[in-house]
């Protein structure tokens, strides 16, 4: 009888996979809605009479997630790199001059090694092919598959580690749960595949509209409302949003062997993903310009939106060969297309200082719709510019939006000058803020008053962000109330700060300081590379921190590196080194770093290692409910930093279900899998069971 069963249930997931194949991949389906509902209904009502049956990968298991209150990080095994951006024809054609250029000098090694003088006699490198694609303007992600069934996925975050948002992904339909093609001989046993998700243009209409009805705010762009549904807490949410997958290439892969971009791209339709159907191959940078250029004009007549063109090498061995910068491959690069621009005016022009004390001019503009959000202001980048382009305060001016950058002013509309418009704006000669002189820095303006409230507020404002030293509710208000009032000068003396400081502020009270306290306290464990991070040294973000963390350990062996040992890191370039041993040799900065050395704040790596713990090393956790004391993202820390791993729903793999009050569904969950449950205090035993 069982049998009989199973194999119903296995062919109707069969012919359903096979409908959605037809439907979402090939757009050429073969039923009715109404037949593939049956379809589906018939499977639920036999899955819902023999859940034992029930798998993970069955069409009626998109729907199945619970809420989470965050996503769980997921570390990228190869990062997302980003790809390198050109607008021009002749950047584009340099791009292939380039390739050329390296893949002769390769060529020549490889022939002649020692022998230059013979470099005449070796034939050019082979014929170069290039696959050129649309640059779908959506949220990239990536997809792991093993043995032919999705497993999970994450957007790129920041190329490194990215969220895990593999509940809501099962919500697309894009994405087959399981592989439609059967040949297990051809699939990779574990494969990842990346691409855009996007939501068409007629549907994000359509959702704008209801939202609009509804009196909910609307997505700016269908790139945002993409981002946004992906990032729903509620994957039942998220599928109801038209969230659509094109993919475009593979990550890992075990055990597969593909020669060609194409070749993937092939595979990847096999498997049942869909691929933008408007690639093409070509041999001659002549063709790939004009079929670029083809689309700038047309694509409007596309149901979603692009931003330009991707050009790839097609030859996998060509990939190798060529490698990467930090930053990008050097096989692949996208021709973009030109923003959209609208002309406002000008109303004034104000001076903001910059964390590193760059004055900065700003023009005040009547502000404009562009590209789905409200433009009230544009950089004008420097004073030079200003008086280069001889832009004045009331002139007509064009401003475009490049993507997610400050929106520039790009144009002067000189035909729409009245003669009312002021003709100069007084570049500053001492700082707006605090008063002090200021030096030119080649066309930068800089006020390097390590003491000037403007960009103490700025660099304060960044120490206590989520990418830093994450000091929950120490935001923007708090920081200028406590800088105006000269309670905190720097930084460092958050440490120091009391109750008496923080309770007569606005928008406080005893319970925020109370917390705010706890908070600050909490920071002062933050890994190493949350501190470098935070410190706030030009050009060290969190991905070179994390570098400079794992490379030297401790705070004091970074102070003491050389401008050679800097550089020694393959992510640290002349420059960034150079910045780096300014900084620390700033007597200001080595004050600020010895109070914080004084206030205990955590300053090496050693620490995390000596806490290692071996009963969560390795380990899986999900939690659930509240934990007194701890907030969802302490509770995270704690785990991680002794090597555990977080998920957000239970599984057959979770190790530990930590349950604090009022549990959610997943205590059921992890009661049905006989997972081991935690209350608050069994978690804290099994932290200090060191
Ligand atoms: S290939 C290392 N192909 O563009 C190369 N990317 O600016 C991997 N994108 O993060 C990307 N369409 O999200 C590739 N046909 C396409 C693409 C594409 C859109 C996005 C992708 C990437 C971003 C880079």
Redesign the pocket.
């Known amino acids: 009888m069982n049998k009989n069963v199973i194999e119903k249930i296995e062919d109707l997931r069969a012919r359903i996979r096979y409908h959605d194949g037809k439907y979402y991949v090939e757009n050429m389906p073969e039923i009715a809605d109404y037949d593939y509902d049956q379809l589906m209904k018939e499977l639920g009502r036999l899955e819902s009479s023999y859940p034992q049956f029930i798998t993970p990968d069955s069409p009626t298991q998109r729907v199945g997630g619970e809420p989470v209150s965050e996503f769980a990080p997921l570390e990228h095994r190869i990062p997302?790199?980003?790809?390198e951006?050109t607008y021009s024809e002749d950047e584009l054609r340099e791009f292939d001059k380039r390739i050329r250029r390296m893949l002769k000098n390769d060529r020549l090694n490889e022939v002649v090694g020692q022998a230059p003088d013979q470099a005449d006699n070796v034939e050019p490198a082979d014929e170069i092919e290039y696959v050129v694609?649309?640059?779908?303007d959506?949220v990239?992600i990536t997809l792991w598959y093993e043995n032919g069934v999705f497993t999970r996925g994450a957007t790129?975050g920041n190329g490194f580690r990215g969220d895990d948002v593999t509940t809501n992904l099962r919500t697309v339909k894009d994405i087959p749960l399981k592989f439609l093609c059967t040949d297990y001989s051809k699939i990779p046993p574990v494969i990842e595949i990346?691409g855009?998700i996007y939501m068409p243009n007629k549907d994000f209409e359509i959702l704008n509209l209801r939202r609009e009805e509804a009196g909910e705010p609307q997505f700016a762009n269908p790139r945002n409302a993409a981002a946004g549904s992906l990032k729903l807490l509620n994957p039942q949410t998220t599928a109801k949003r038209p969230l659509r997958l094109f993919a475009?290439?593979f990550g890992h892969y075990e055990a597969g062997k593909f020669t060609s971009h194409i070749e993937c791209l092939e595979a990847i339709e096999k498997f049942g993903l869909p691929v933008?159907p408007h690639y093409k191959l070509y041999k001659t940078i002549d063709e790939v310009v004009s079929y670029c250029n083809s689309w700038e004009s047309r694509r409007d007549e596309l149901d979603y939106q692009v931003d330009g063109m991707?050009i790839?090498v097609n030859s996998l061995e060509l990939h190798d060969k060529l490698g990467s910068t930090s930053k990008?491959?050097r096989w692949?690069i996208?021709y973009k297309y030109h923003p959209e621009e609208i002309p406002t005016k000008i109303e004034a022009i104000k001076v903001q200082v910059g964390k590193t004390g760059t004055l900065t001019p700003v023009a005040q503009l009547i502000p404009v719709p562009l590209s789905g959000t409200t433009v009230s202001k544009a950089s004008l980048h420097n004073f030079d510019e200003i008086e280069r382009k001889d832009i004045r305060i009331g002139d007509y001016v064009v401003v475009q939006k490049a993507g997610e950058i400050i929106p520039q002013v790009v144009k002067i509309l000189h035909e729409r000058r009245t003669g009312n418009e002021v003709v100069r704006f007084d570049v500053p000669e001492i700082c707006p803020v605090c008063k002090s002189g200021i030096t030119k820095e080649k066309v930068y303006l800089k006020c390097y008053n390590p003491l000037c409230v403007a960009q103490a507020k700025r660099r304060i404002i960044y120490f206590a962000s989520r990418n830093a030293m994450d000091i929950e509710g120490f935001g923007p208000a708090i920081i200028e109330q406590l800088v105006d009032k000269k309670i905190i000068e720097d930084y460092a003396d958050i440490y120091s700060l009391k109750f008496e400081d923080l309770e007569p502020l606005e928008r406080m009270g005893e319970k925020s300081a109370r917390n705010l306290l706890d908070a600050i306290g909490k920071s002062k464990d933050r890994d190493l590379h949350c501190l470098i991070c935070a410190l706030g040294i030009r050009n060290i973000g969190t991905h070179a921190a994390e570098v400079l963390s794992k490379h030297f350990g401790t705070l004091d062996k970074l102070m003491d590196a050389s401008n050679d040992k800097l550089k020694e890191l393959s992510e640290i370039g002349e420059i960034t080194a150079k910045v780096v041993v300014d900084f620390f040799s700033n007597s200001h900065t080595k004050n600020v770093i010895d109070k914080l050395k004084a206030a205990g704040v955590n300053l090496s790596t050693i620490r995390k290692e000596a806490k290692t713990s071996s009963h969560i090393a390795g380990k899986s956790f999900v939690i659930t409910g509240t934990l007194n004391g701890y907030s969802r993202k302490e509770i995270e820390d704690i785990i991680k930093n002794l090597d555990g791993r977080v998920s957000s729903a239970v599984s057959g793999k979770t190790d530990f279900l930590i349950a604090g009050e009022s549990p959610g569904s997943k205590l059921e969950a992890a009661q049905k899998l006989g997972t081991t449950t935690l209350s608050k205090v069994e978690f804290e035993n099994l932290i200090n069971e060191t």
């Open positions: 997302m790199l980003s790809i951006n694609e649309h640059k779908i959506g990239a790129r990346r855009e475009y290439s933008n991707v790839k990008a491959p692949v996208s």
